[in-house]
Nanobody
Framework: QVQLAESGGGLVQAGGSLRLSCAAS????????MGWFRQAPGKEREFVAA????????DYADSVKGRFTISRDNAKSTVYLQMNSLKPEDTAVYYC??????????????????WGQGTQVTVSS
C-alpha cells in the first residue's frame, strides 16, 4: 500500500511562490513516476506536472509551463512542485499521485492508483 502526504500549501499573493512537497512510503519510490494534479472548485481534476522514476523526464500542463518545476529526491522518497509567478487561476487543491505500476508515466489519470489527501493553494489578486 502506498501512502502519500502533501504539504506546503497556503495563501499567497499573485506573483508569489510556494513549494509543495509529497512524501511517499510503502513502495520502492525510485521505481515509480510521480505526478501533481489540481482541482479547483466546480472544476474537474486536471494534470499539472509529472516526473519519471529517474527524474530524467518531466512533463507540464501548458498552463504552468515556465512557472512550475517538478523535481524529486529519491533518497527522501519525496517529490516537489516549485510554483513561481502564481496567478489567481492557480487556486486549487493540489494532489500528488502514483501510478499502479512501476516504470509508468504519472500523467494519465487512468493509470494512477494512489492519491494524497491534497493541500490547498490559494492565490489572491
Amino acid at each position: 500500500q502506498v501512502q502519500l502526504a502533501e504539504s506546503g500549501g497556503g495563501l499567497v499573493q499573485a506573483g508569489g511562490s510556494l513549494r509543495l512537497s509529497c512524501a511517499a512510503s510503502g513502495r520502492t519510490f525510485s521505481n515509480y513516476g510521480m505526478g501533481w494534479f489540481r482541482q479547483a472548485p466546480g472544476k474537474e481534476r486536471e494534470f499539472v506536472a509529472a516526473i519519471s522514476w529517474s527524474g530524467g523526464t518531466t512533463d507540464y500542463a501548458d498552463s504552468v509551463k515556465g512557472r512550475f518545476t517538478i523535481s524529486r529526491d529519491n533518497a527522501k522518497s519525496t517529490v516537489y512542485l516549485q510554483m513561481n509567478s502564481l496567478k489567481p487561476e492557480d487556486t486549487a487543491v493540489y494532489y500528488c499521485a502514483v501510478p499502479r505500476q512501476p516504470y509508468t508515466s504519472a500523467r494519465a489519470m487512468n493509470l494512477l492508483g494512489y492519491w494524497g489527501q491534497g493541500t490547498q493553494v490559494t492565490v489572491s489578486s
